[in-house]
């Protein structure tokens, strides 16, 4: 603990006053979001305690607000501050599940294009190359479009969210793939890379135990950039009508649900679930940019 | 410089029959389309007859071969969901798409230039702080929020704008635009705001930082040397300099723009391709969406070659190195 404290990586981020600010509203997010179920002032997926009689109330502090909903309700009554974080609860599943996939799947191809060269290296960075000419909410679009197509409708809904992250990691593997191929190039013509094979260790041995953990730094930082994208893609495709099924609201569902009555004037329906968007997102982002300056020793 | 382009577009075929093989490989695999088009009630013989009939008793290679060749014809086959051809929907909603997408782009130009410009010469002024704190703002915006927001803004509060479709359109042939009318152009304001944000931002931060770069160099002073006066420098010399990263990310942002229209789109309803392809994705609608990933993808690959022959004409130290690399 005492070593934690006393390293460079803790100098720099209590000196940012911004980083310290994003890092706790990015832990009030996420814990928020962790223990919703325990937390939350209400149930918003227990039917027994809706009454419509609750519908369209305003945040608490407007003239007709009720104290019991801080951020008012919804349509069905629904508290609109609870029912954002357990949107939260699947918006952060699914981005950090997508990031891991992306990740692991991006350093599997990336280190083997990298070690391996040759055929293997053109072929791997040639489709990773085609991927990138395409924005990756298109490519996540169009692999959410095949699973409705081939699944058949009741077992989509069920599996909806798999599909997502599926949809959301194969967007992004190509920029991991890139960063460790690169670094893995550098790392194969070292001398320990050279000692082992010599010792007679199996390449992928030598990959998985010896190359790996030294292309692993800049993986770090493209994985926390990533987990802000890939909430906003997440909140995108659910906001667009193909993300999550209504049934397990995400943010991104909550704010396209609210949009409809924007015109009513109920505005809190749909905006507040907007600004924890923005929030996580922002914050998780600025965590990113400062870890990706941290460990830059070019900048130290 | 013609050797230069015809590498360049050997280069795109590849691409483009990658795509066109996966766009096959969904219009053909999945979902069942003789059960679709057959609907209920069919003998046997009517169901090969169809099978015959659409080619899907040949082998794999001759198949596609026979899509590549009704797709550069510009057949798709027809619309599970509207049972309408794709070429005539797709052809329908492209002018709005177009239309959005170069209003977004060209507002992105002309607002995002000057202000990386004025960013760029006065670093410490409160209006650049506050341009670089909105810059920070438009690049953590998703999208569909910004469009809600300006709704909630200037469509419902102060109500001065319209907050869906296209308003007033005029036919012009088969090209249907909003731009001739008042209430088309009132229409378009909103979403084009929407889209260009984003790249607006973007364009803004990489001339201030190209800017500021430039005006580093040795013949910026030698040319202050020379008495020439600071408009001269900043725009004759500083500005031109910025230009080729320019150039390239505006082109790639331009692909940008037409993925996120889908999402302006949706949140405008406004009748463009995106708006029928999101559709399409929601009612597994295979063939649009084959023929979108097709139109894309040609996009995408043309907007790609135009950068690259841009570079050429705007930066001629390529001219020079490829001429001397001949000789």
């Given at each position: 603990?005492?070593?934690?404290?006393?390293?460079?990586?803790?100098?720099?981020?209590?000196?940012?006053?911004?980083?310290?600010?994003?890092?706790?509203?990015?832990?009030?997010?996420v814990?928020g979001a962790?223990?919703?179920?325990w937390?939350?002032p209400?149930?918003?997926?227990d039917?027994a305690?809706?009454?419509l009689?609750?519908a369209?109330k305003?945040?608490?502090?407007?003239?007709e607000?009720d104290p019991?909903f801080?951020?008012?309700?919804?349509?069905q009554?629904?508290?609109?501050?609870?029912?954002?974080?357990f949107g939260?609860?699947?918006s952060?599943?699914?981005g950090?599940?997508?990031v891991l996939?992306?990740?692991v799947?991006?350093?599997?191809?990336?280190?083997l294009?990298?070690?391996l060269?040759?055929t293997v290296?053109a072929?791997l960075?040639?489709?990773?190359?085609?991927?990138l000419?395409?924005?990756?909410?298109l490519?996540?679009?169009?692999i959410?479009?095949?699973?409705?197509?081939?699944l058949?409708?009741?077992l989509?809904?069920?599996?909806?969210?798999?599909?997502?992250i599926f949809?959301?990691?194969i967007?992004?593997w190509?920029?991991?793939?890139?960063?460790v191929?690169?670094?893995?190039?550098?790392e194969?013509?070292?001398?320990?890379?050279?000692?082992?094979?010599v010792i007679?260790v199996p390449?992928?041995?030598?990959m998985?135990?010896?190359v790996?953990?030294?292309?692993?730094?800049?993986?770090?930082v493209i994985?926390?950039?990533n987990l802000?994208?890939a909430?906003?893609?997440?909140?995108?495709?659910?906001?667009?009508?193909?993300g999550?099924p209504?049934?397990q609201p995400?943010?991104?569902?909550?704010i396209?649900?609210?949009?409809?009555f924007?015109?009513?004037?109920?505005?809190?329906?749909?905006?507040?679930?907007?600004v924890a968007?923005?929030?996580?997102?922002l914050?998780?982002?600025?965590l990113g940019d400062?870890?990706r300056d941290?460990?830059n020793?070019k900048?130290? | 410089m013609p050797?230069?382009?015809?590498?360049?577009i050997l280069?795109?075929?590849?691409?483009?029959l990658?795509?066109?093989?996966?766009?096959?490989?969904m219009?053909a695999?999945?979902?069942d389309?003789v059960a679709?088009m057959l609907?209920q009630?069919?003998?046997p013989?009517?169901r090969?007859?169809?099978?015959?009939?659409l080619?899907?008793d040949?082998p794999f290679l001759a198949?596609?071969a026979?899509?590549l060749?009704?797709?550069?014809?510009g057949?798709?086959g027809?619309?599970?969901?509207l049972?309408?051809?794709?070429?005539?929907l797709i052809?329908?909603r492209?002018?709005?798409?177009l239309?959005?997408?170069?209003?977004?782009a060209?507002?992105?130009l002309?607002v995002?230039?000057?202000?990386?410009v004025y960013?760029?010469?006065?670093?410490?002024?409160?209006?650049s702080?506050?341009?670089l704190?909105?810059s920070l703002?438009g690049?953590?915006?998703p999208?569909?929020?910004i469009?809600?927001?300006?709704?909630?803004?200037f469509?419902?509060w102060?109500g001065?704008?319209?907050?869906?479709g296209?308003g007033?359109?005029?036919?012009?042939?088969?090209w249907s635009?909003g731009?001739l009318t008042i209430?088309?152009l009132?229409a378009?304001?909103?979403p084009?705001?929407?889209?260009g944000?984003?790249?607006?931002?973007?364009i803004?931060?990489l001339?201030?930082?190209?800017?500021l770069?430039?005006l580093?160099?040795?013949y910026?002073?030698?040319?202050?040397?020379?008495?020439?006066t600071?408009?001269?420098i900043?725009?004759?010399?500083?500005?031109?300099n910025?230009?080729?990263?320019?150039?390239?990310i505006?082109?790639l942002?331009?692909?940008?723009?037409?993925?996120?229209?889908?999402v302006?789109?949706?949140?405008?309803?406004?009748?463009?391709?995106g708006?029928?392809f999101?559709?399409?994705?929601?009612?597994?609608d295979?063939?649009?969406?084959?023929?979108?990933?097709?139109?894309i993808?040609?996009?995408?690959v043309?907007?790609?070659l135009?950068v690259?022959i841009l570079?050429?004409?705007?930066?001629?130290r390529?001219?020079?190195?490829r001429?001397?690399?001949a000789?």
């Amino acid at each position: 603990m005492r070593a934690f404290f006393d390293s460079d990586l803790w100098y720099s981020f209590s000196r940012s006053p911004v980083t310290v600010l994003s890092a706790i509203v990015a832990f009030v997010c996420v814990a928020g979001a962790a223990f919703a179920p325990w937390l939350a002032p209400h149930n918003p997926f227990d039917l027994a305690t809706l009454n419509l009689m609750d519908a369209f109330k305003p945040p608490a502090w407007e003239a007709e607000g009720d104290p019991a909903f801080l951020l008012g309700t919804d349509n069905q009554g629904r508290d609109v501050l609870s029912a954002i974080m357990f949107g939260a609860r699947i918006s952060v599943v699914v981005g950090i599940a997508a990031v891991l996939f992306a990740t692991v799947l991006g350093v599997l191809l990336g280190l083997l294009a990298g070690y391996l060269g040759g055929t293997v290296d053109a072929v791997l960075m040639r489709i990773a190359d085609i991927q990138l000419t395409f924005p990756s909410i298109l490519v996540a679009l169009l692999i959410d479009g095949v699973a409705r197509a081939v699944l058949p409708r009741d077992l989509h809904s069920e599996v909806a969210i798999y599909v997502l992250i599926f949809a959301i990691g194969i967007s992004n593997w190509p920029q991991f793939a890139r960063t460790v191929r690169g670094s893995a190039m550098v790392e194969r013509s070292k001398e320990y890379v050279q000692a082992a094979k010599v010792i007679g260790v199996p390449p992928f041995a030598i990959m998985i135990r010896h190359v790996l953990p030294n292309v692993m730094g800049p993986v770090l930082v493209i994985a926390t950039l990533n987990l802000g994208f890939a909430v906003l893609t997440e909140a995108t495709l659910s906001f667009l009508g193909v993300g999550v099924p209504p049934t397990q609201p995400s943010l991104g569902t909550l704010i396209r649900v609210g949009n409809d009555f924007l015109f009513s004037g109920e505005w809190w329906i749909t905006i507040f679930p907007g600004v924890a968007l923005i929030m996580l997102v922002l914050s998780v982002n600025l965590l990113g940019d400062w870890l990706r300056d941290a460990l830059n020793p070019k900048l130290r | 410089m013609p050797a230069f382009i015809l590498s360049r577009i050997l280069q795109a075929i590849p691409v483009l029959l990658v795509v066109a093989l996966l766009s096959f490989a969904m219009f053909a695999y999945v979902g069942d389309p003789v059960a679709i088009m057959l609907g209920q009630d069919y003998t046997p013989a009517q169901r090969d007859a169809l099978i015959q009939d659409l080619g899907l008793d040949q082998p794999f290679l001759a198949q596609f071969a026979a899509f590549l060749w009704k797709a550069v014809q510009g057949e798709f086959g027809v619309s599970y969901r509207l049972s309408r051809p794709v070429a005539e929907l797709i052809l329908e909603r492209a002018p709005a798409t177009l239309e959005l997408a170069f209003a977004a782009a060209l507002l992105a130009l002309l607002v995002g230039v000057p202000m990386g410009v004025y960013t760029g010469l006065y670093r410490n002024s409160w209006l650049s702080r506050f341009f670089l704190t909105f810059s920070l703002i438009g690049v953590s915006l998703p999208t569909f929020l910004i469009g809600i927001l300006l709704i909630l803004c200037f469509a419902v509060w102060l109500g001065w704008l319209p907050s869906f479709g296209r308003g007033d359109v005029v036919q012009l042939g088969w090209w249907s635009t909003g731009l001739l009318t008042i209430g088309g152009l009132r229409a378009l304001i909103l979403p084009a705001v929407t889209l260009g944000l984003l790249q607006l931002t973007l364009i803004m931060r990489l001339v201030r930082a190209e800017m500021l770069e430039v005006l580093r160099t040795d013949y910026i002073k030698f040319a202050r040397a020379r008495g020439l006066t600071n408009r001269a420098i900043h725009f004759g010399h500083a500005l031109k300099n910025t230009l080729v990263p320019v150039i390239t990310i505006t082109g790639l942002q331009l692909g940008a723009i037409i993925a996120f229209a889908i999402v302006t789109e949706t949140v405008f309803q406004w009748p463009g391709m995106g708006l029928l392809f999101i559709q399409s994705v929601a009612a597994a609608d295979i063939p649009v969406m084959s023929a979108y990933l097709l139109l894309i993808a040609l996009l995408f690959v043309t907007i790609n070659l135009i950068v690259d022959i841009l570079y050429y004409v705007v930066d001629p130290r390529l001219r020079i190195g490829r001429g001397a690399a001949a000789r």
